[in-house]
């Protein structure tokens, strides 16, 4: 004897729709009998629309019977456990009935309303009892602790009354457990234990991804944040060496200002004096003021005569106009400077975006891979190898659930041995790459083993591009990942960046003499003042490398 505790439920129609049916269909060939207790129908169904209907008037039932109508409301009232006999037994429907009838007692539910529906679909006869938790009679809900102590003490009962006893485990289990000795099954408390270490498994696996895209978007805001520092620090010296140039127009301009007001001082001092000046700049009058255009010839010279502040606020008004046309010209310079540099930003920013969206669309396919196949090692029962090969064994030892699960489909997929009958001859593989053009294969294998690092470094890499490893190497002031040489890639941003972290580590930019970082003469001239070197260093201003010549000696023409 088996009794096996389902558990409880919320609905009495879901549990007559699996138990008085087959499985995932509307037929009942596997019922082999039902029988109701304590309800006033012998339908199975009915019964247990009747058993919902008590569910649901509990209050009332409790009113009626004068308990308090108080408590939290039940929200599992279904209750179900199974009975299940040895295949060589053959008990008849009234033993069967008898044994329910017993199970119901034992568990304090003989005035609960009750079905017992027999199954035939097993090799093994067994009963299900389907009980209404809350008593028809009181409304009170059946407390059921200790539940399955009660039942394993009843079917050791039960087969010592029939003269045979079938489990002795549980024998001594309820035998220690009258011993105050604590004594639970180890079939449940493996499962328990499993359940518990997959639990913390999927939750380490969910939080190292959760890191994982906190690292990747850590890592894009760095080269973002520098990709703005570089536009700013190569912005600001493009504006210093437009300001350097401009100098000497506004040198000139204030020299010129200054020069006219000394001699419109010089003219003041006397009447023939104001009057000779106003003639000779009667184009002044422009910034006079609108009074001026109204004024005749006579009127103004004689204005002019007698009141010198009027040739005095023409005067400034001229140098302020002057002035102000040329900051604007000035502006629209540098405006015009500015645009080559604008652009090589935001071609390496739209450049930047695009390698940051394919490193998350990586990751976020990786992570969609180890779900899809930690989905396929749970199904084949992977996990439950892992753990059992971890108890097994000292942590540390345990092996990959796919070797444990696939362990025959990689030894179908493994190839055959090379044999004498079977293996190629010598000069096969070099002859055909001679006659191709091509390498020998252990050429190739030289080659491969010359950047096999630099190809598992970055299939390892999880996200971020080589501008976070450039940025890792500059914080950590070692060198990068990629290889020294004209050929190297540069890091996300394209050249400008490369200028910018070799000038942070104090390094010459790793280029060849005919390549010009993006954004022309600011940026390296930005390099330049960065690392302490002079401006001229054998570069035309389109950064190609002049040829310089030997100074010619005395004798030479």
Not at 185 to 201: I, K, L, M, P
Not at 498 to 526: C, M
């Amino acid at each position: 004897m088996v009794p096996k505790v389902a558990g409880k439920g919320r609905s009495f129609k879901g549990a007559g729709l699996y138990y008085l049916h087959d499985k995932q269909a509307l037929t009942s060939e596997r019922v082999l009998f039902t029988h109701t207790v304590n309800l006033p129908t012998e339908d199975a169904e009915k019964a247990m629309g009747w058993m919902a209907h008590t569910a649901m008037r509990q209050a009332e039932i409790k009113a009626a019977a004068g308990g308090v109508a108080k408590g939290r409301k039940l929200t599992s009232p279904v209750y179900a456990y199974s009975l299940s006999w040895s295949p060589e037994e053959e008990p008849t429907k009234e033993q069967m009935l008898a044994a329910g009838m017993e199970t119901l007692k034992r568990l304090g539910l003989e005035g609960h309303e009750a079905v017992f529906i027999a199954h035939k679909d097993e090799p093994h006869p067994h009963l299900h009892v389907i009980v209404n938790r809350v008593n028809p009679e009181t409304g009170i809900a059946a407390p059921l602790s200790n539940d399955h102590l009660k039942l394993s003490e009843w079917a050791e009962e039960y087969e010592c009354a029939h003269g045979k006893i079938l489990c002795q485990q549980r024998v001594e289990n309820n035998q220690r457990r009258k011993e105050q000795q604590f004594v639970k099954d180890r079939s449940s408390q493996s499962a328990a234990e499993f359940h518990r270490w997959r639990r913390a498994r999927m939750e380490a696996d969910f939080q190292r991804r959760q890191q994982e895209q906190r690292d990747l978007a850590r890592r894009h805001g760095v080269d973002r944040e520098i990709l703005a520092d570089v536009l700013k620090k190569l912005t600001a010296e493009r504006r210093a060496e437009q300001k350097a140039q401009q100098k000497p127009l506004w040198a000139d301009l204030y020299r010129q200002q200054r020069a006219e007001k000394k001699a419109f001082e010089q003219a003041q001092k006397t009447t023939f004096g104001r009057l000779r000046y106003w003639l000779k700049n009667r184009h002044l009058d422009r910034w006079g003021g609108e009074s001026a255009d109204r004024q005749g010839m006579l009127s103004r010279a004689f204005n002019v005569v007698v009141n010198r502040e009027i040739m005095a606020k023409a005067l400034a008004g001229k140098h302020e106009a002057e002035r102000k046309a040329l900051a604007d010209k000035v502006r629209v310079d540098t405006a015009d400077r500015l645009k080559s540099l604008y652009r090589a930003h935001d071609k390496l920013r739209d450049q930047m975006k695009q390698e940051q969206a394919a490193a998350r669309a990586t990751l976020q396919q990786k992570h969609s891979r180890e779900s899809a196949e930690a989905a396929r090692r749970i199904a084949k029962g992977g996990d439950r190898a892992s753990f059992d090969f971890q108890k097994a064994n000292p942590p540390g030892d345990e092996p990959d659930a796919k070797e444990i699960v696939r362990d025959d489909e990689k030894k179908r997929q493994a190839p055959p041995r090379a044999t004498e009958a079977n293996r190629p001859p010598a000069g096969n593989g070099e002859d055909k790459a001679n006659k191709k053009g091509r390498a020998p294969d252990k050429d190739k294998d030289k080659e491969k083993g010359k950047d096999g690092g630099r190809d598992e470094g970055k299939a390892g890499e999880s996200g971020g591009g080589p501008a976070s490893r450039a940025f890792d190497d500059a914080q950590k002031r070692t060198e990068p990942l990629a290889p020294s040489g004209h050929d190297q890639e540069p890091p996300t941003g394209g050249k400008a960046f490369s200028a910018f972290r070799d000038a942070q580590n104090r390094k010459e930019p790793t280029r060849s003499p005919d390549q010009e970082p993006e954004g022309g003469k600011a940026f390296r001239a930005f390099r330049n003042a960065r690392d302490g070197k002079d401006r001229d260093d054998g570069r035309d201003d389109d950064g190609r490398g002049r040829e310089r010549k030997p100074p010619k000696s005395p004798g030479d023409k």
